[in-house]
């Protein structure tokens, strides 16, 4: 017997990607949904649209080197901010967008680095006041007012979060005899000032492995391997107060990323936080509640989180999830920045496990999209990557909820990676991969991270801040001369076109996973890989009913005639994106044809029983 599976809405794309604002009673549907859910949209206040030019200088006086502002300069604030991001929560909207994670909001230190190298705080990584937004974004109100214009929209908004560092205050006396070189914990023990023959201090302090506050309360001098000094012009300057005191930081050296520095210096000279001191966890825990308590944000990605120790995340996050279930969000999301540009879950997974992390950006599906599409690799490294998803605590069902990307403001855009690998790479191929790479991330499991401009077919000169271009009108040289993909714009124009291929297919893609829950929540099964550049194929199941969807990508430069395998009932299949035969060929086995760069996303629609 045949029977139909009645399709769950018409997916006319259109009437999908431009629905109408949800309701307030779409604001209680937004909290029940699960972060695999969520399409994300990753963006940098600074450098999306000026609603406010007259914070542009952020409240200080003098040239850039006073105020960071100079938006001819990559390094440095260009006028985006709140009241910008709010204007344009339309435009996300349309997009497709169910959560917005913005970088860093909190109280900059304007401008930092030596003489010559100066650059500002508009990424903001380098925090002097956690209580407010930076004043070259807007204030506490302007943050309300755009937190509810997106919970309105039934939008989530999760902020990006430091507990590892504060902005660059701290200075060491004797530091710049060794460029501020690393002092490990065994040459520089906490019980001598200098080297372990050095004058007895910090009498009965047992060491960091012990954070109880009696242990703590033993550990009085600062100085055990650097002597701190604090600039008499900064020795308030942050906030929380307890902030200001050299006692609550490590105090031993400039990080290499290596061993055990990467935990316990200073990452690129800012103050690294002593997050094994109880002060420290308690301070950061009511800092961040407080954000979750006044404005009912949904969630946290956490920066450099493989650089706190395991004992502060197993303290933070279940304090955080307590506050924010109390305030009545009960999908609270967390998500640690754990950076490994390789295609291997193991790293990464350990901080799920030991951490007790909830979920950590998965660099691993990056890298693996980077070796298909960049390097020309087989698919089976996609392949080889989904199957560590069980490594990860809670497994298979935990993995679904990683935020997957192609390219962020660190490594670069997926386009700029690309062109990396293939320097000759036509712009209409170029084009053509960055396509395929989204369809793939939207289609397979993980909650999928637009970043911003990806959309508008961006194509930087590489990472960090030549991945950081402007949406609004860039008066950035270096952004300005960019070839982008998929259009005859610049950045030197407002880049928000609704017509864009690239965000026609985003808005597309969000649409089907909206009314498919089966690419949000459901299963997934790998049903074909190969050993070189082709076909990777993987089914998906509707949660509720079962409903096999069939995804199908072909990552070769050639066509490409296929039989996928499927499960043995199904019988006819409806075509959602791309091209799917309406019928099986037998019992278990599909026939696609895919052209180069191509994919197929089906829905079962008929099955025999």
Not at 73 to 85: E, I, R, S, V
Not at 156 to 174: E, F, G, L, P, R
Not at 338 to 355: L, N
Request: net charge negative; aromatic share 12%; charged share 25%.
């Amino acid at each position: 017997m045949i029977r139909s599976v009645l399709p769950l809405l018409a997916l006319g794309m259109a009437s999908l990607a431009y629905a109408e604002p949800p309701s307030d009673g779409a604001k209680a549907a937004m909290r029940d949904r699960l972060p695999s859910e969520e399409v994300v949209y990753f963006v940098l206040p600074d450098r999306f649209e000026n609603g406010d030019p007259s914070n542009d200088k952020g409240g200080f006086r003098g040239d850039r080197l006073k105020t960071g502002f100079d938006p001819s300069a990559k390094g440095f604030y260009h006028g985006g901010d709140l009241k910008g991001l709010t204007s344009r929560l339309d435009y996300l909207e349309k997009l497709g967008i169910t959560a917005i994670w913005f970088a860093p909001i909190f109280q900059n230190k304007p401008v930092q680095g030596p003489a010559g190298d100066e650059s500002a705080g508009y990424h903001g990584y380098w925090v002097t006041d956690f209580t407010r937004p930076d004043s070259h974004f807007g204030s506490r109100d302007e943050f309300k007012a755009f937190v509810d214009a997106a919970h309105a929209r039934g939008m989530k908004v999760y902020m990006d979060i430091i507990t590892n560092h504060t902005a660059d205050v701290i200075t060491y006396s004797d530091g710049a005899e060794t460029n501020f070189e690393y002092r490990s914990k065994a040459d520089y023990p906490y019980s001598t000032r200098g080297k372990p023959d050095g004058q007895p201090t910090n009498p009965g302090f047992m060491g960091d492995e012990d954070s109880s506050e009696a242990n703590f309360a033993k550990l009085t001098d600062a100085g055990y391997a650097y002597r701190p000094v604090v600039p008499a012009s900064e020795k308030d300057v942050k906030v929380p107060a307890w902030l200001n005191d050299p006692i609550y930081y490590h105090n031993r050296g400039n990080s290499s990323f290596t061993g055990e520095d990467s935990r316990f210096g200073d990452f690129a000279g800012l103050d690294d936080l002593f997050t094994e001191h109880p002060r420290v966890r308690a301070g950061m825990i009511e800092i961040f509640s407080g954000w979750v308590r006044d404005f009912g944000i949904d969630g946290f990605r956490i920066d450099t989180a493989r650089h706190v120790d395991p004992g502060f995340w197993q303290a933070f996050v279940p304090a955080i999830e307590k506050v924010a279930y109390e305030n009545g969000i009960p999908n609270f999301t967390m998500f640690g920045e754990v950076y490994k540009d390789v295609p291997d879950s193991g790293y990464i997974a350990q901080y799920t496990r030991r951490d007790k992390l909830p979920a950590v950006l998965d660099f691993a599906f990056q890298a693996a999209m980077r070796e298909l599409l960049g390097r020309d690799q087989g698919t089976v490294v996609l392949a080889h990557m989904f199957d560590g998803d069980v490594l990860y605590e809670g497994g298979e069902d935990a993995a679904r909820n990683l935020p997957t990307f192609l390219g962020n403001h660190d490594m670069g855009r997926f386009s700029t990676l690309i062109k990396a690998d293939k320097p000759d790479i036509s712009q209409e191929e170029l084009f053509q991969r960055v396509m395929l790479g989204h369809a793939m991330m939207l289609s397979l499991r993980g909650a999928p991270v637009i970043y911003y401009g990806d959309e508008q077919g961006f194509v930087g000169d590489g990472g960090d801040q030549l991945a950081r271009e402007d949406m609004m009108p860039s008066k950035t040289a270096v952004y300005n001369d960019n070839d982008l993909i998929g259009t005859d714009a610049t950045t030197a124009a407002s880049n928000f076109d609704e017509s864009h291929p690239l965000f026609a297919l985003i808005a597309e893609f969000s649409a089907i996973r909206r009314n498919h829950p089966a690419l949000t929540r459901g299963k997934q099964v790998v049903r074909h890989y190969e050993q070189g550049p082709g076909i990777f194929a993987v089914s998906r199941f509707d949660p509720v009913d079962g409903t096999e969807y069939l995804a199908v990508f072909n990552t070769g430069s050639a066509p490409r005639d296929v039989n996928v395998a499927l499960g043995y009932g199904a019988r006819g299949l409806e075509t959602l994106s791309g091209a799917c035969p309406a019928q099986v060929t037998a019992p278990g086995s599909a026939a696609f044809t895919l052209p180069a760069f191509g994919w197929a996303l089906c829905r079962v629609s008929e099955t025999i029983e």
